[in-house]
């Protein structure tokens, strides 16, 4: 059986990936699973999805605890513990990074025990799901060519013909450009003893039990969320108009304090970079900036 992990960050389409291989491997006449895994957090907050792919009935369910292949779209998430990059790989695990640093690198960086490969990435612009599906198509070695993009086809059908074609010609690039790694990523064992699940009855629970219920208050002060952010919102004071409530109030995560003479601050351990403010300030004094960027220019 194939498992397989996508990790990316919320808009790069990583949901999108995960079900453009899975319906892939339908076609080619797999039993598949496919599914996402995310919070409430959207876009720039950590995303999971995995496939499984067998030519027998699946009984494992949940997330892929020793993946064969996994597929990260964005490589800083490798340095977030919250993401689990690199939860259960062992020797067997093939890792696939979308970066513009070479394998040999992230070898040495991680001490990985399995094989590193390096896709480099379009650009910041690009959906990631393309890339990501027509690279681990490849690597399966299961998946033909016209399978792929059958499969591409059926999953963005609702999109004008010019998307889909354009996502068509990136997956292509990702499936042909890693054609010397093709089969790489081989069938893992099916887990012995499972099989399909009994019935379970389970007695009622009270409210007190079942129910969700916080106790501790500011919890959410110790979860920080800026290390999700790809962009930086970047304040010019110069260009502010000190209006002091625009860029507060718009802003989903309280992340915006206002000083009393109306300037703001932001709070950059728990912006997650949503570009919110950037879209609703009146004088445009918060630019978005990469974060690699921002922060080269601040160690100058």
């Known amino acids: 059986m194939y498992r397989i992990r996508f990790h990316g960050r919320g808009g790069q389409g990583i949901k ?15 039993e598949v699973q496919d599914a ?12 999971l999805a995995y496939v499984r792919a067998a030519r027998q009935a699946i009984f494992e369910r949940g997330i892929i605890r020793h993946p064969g292949l996994v597929v990260v779209a964005d490589d800083s998430l490798v340095a977030v513990p919250a993401a689990g990059v690199l939860n259960g ?39 990631a799901s393309p890339l990501c599906a027509g690279a681990a198509a490849r690597l399966t070695g299961a998946i033909a060519e016209s399978t792929l993009q059958q499969a591409i086809r059926q999953e963005l059908a609702s999109l004008p013909e010019t ?24 069938e893992a064992v099916l887990a012995e003893g499972v099989g399909a699940a009994d019935w379970i009855d389970l ?21 920080r969320t ?12 110069d260009r502010c108009n000190r209006c002091w409530w625009v860029c507060s109030e718009f802003c989903p ?8 003479d109306g300037t703001p601050r932001i709070d950059y351990d728990h912006c997650k ?27 100058k």
């Open 16 to 30: 999108t990936a995960g079900r453009m291989l899975g319906t892939a491997f339908f076609l080619e006449g797999w």
């Open 36 to 47: 996402p895994l995310y919070g409430a957090e959207r876009r720039g907050a950590p995303v």
């Open 89 to 127: 790989v062992n020797a067997q695990t093939v890792l696939l990074l979308l970066s513009s640093t070479a394998a040999e690198v992230w070898q040495q960086r991680l001490n990985f025990p399995g094989r590193i490969l390096v896709l480099p990435p379009l650009s910041e612009e690009h959906a």
């Open 163 to 186: 998307a889909i074609r354009h996502n068509i010609e990136e997956a292509m690039q990702a499936y042909s450009g890693l054609a010397a790694h093709a089969g790489i990523a081989g």
């Open 203 to 223: 007695a009622l629970e009270t409210a007190d039990a079942s129910a969700p219920a916080i106790h501790g208050g500011l919890t959410s002060l110790l979860a």
């Open 226 to 237: 800026g290390l999700w952010r790809t962009l930086k919102p970047v304040i010019d004071y």
């Open 253 to 260: 995560d309280g992340a915006i304090a206002v000083e009393k």
């Open 273 to 299: 970079g949503c570009m919110i403010c950037v879209a609703q300030c009146p004088p445009h004094a918060i630019a978005a900036l990469p974060e690699h960027q921002e922060a080269e220019e601040a160690t």
